[in-house]
Nanobody, 115 residues
Framework: QVQLVESGGGLVQAGGSLRLSCAAS????????MGWYRQAPGEQRELVAT???????NYADSVKGRFTISREIAKNTVYLQINSLKPEDTNIYYC?????????WGKGTLVTVSS
């Protein structure tokens, strides 16, 4: 059983920064890709960023230059540094792990950006 636990969300003013964390525990195969999606109420879940076991990153165009994904392999943890936050970044941010044909999701952490 794999568990992903996100943390770091909260309320922040526009222009501020947050760092989200997602720690994976349990039994899983390596290599794996970890990443972040986000979803606003009534909207579809959308990709934010991913990072492979080799460190290759991929970002949604809407977050390039403001978001940075990184990982600590030894801790099975992925981070999302979010800078210059905008009100439209208000979403629930979900962590994902993909590997060996399996896909795991965290329960999400809420980021609210006030204008």
């Amino acid at each position: 059983q794999v568990q992903l636990v996100e943390s770091g969300g909260g309320l922040v003013q526009a222009g501020g920064s947050l760092r989200l964390s997602c720690a994976a525990s349990g039994s899983f195969f390596r290599p794996y890709t970890m990443g972040w999606y986000r979803q606003a109420p009534g909207e579809q879940r959308e990709l934010v960023a991913t990072i492979t076991s080799s460190g290759r990153t991929n970002y949604a165009d809407s977050v390039k230059g403001r978001f940075t994904i990184s990982r600590e392999i030894a801790k099975n943890t992925v981070y999302l540094q979010i800078n210059s936050l905008k009100p439209e970044d208000t979403n629930i941010y979900y962590c994902i792990m993909v590997g060996n044909g399996m896909e795991y999701w965290g329960k999400g952490t809420l980021v609210t950006v006030s204008s």
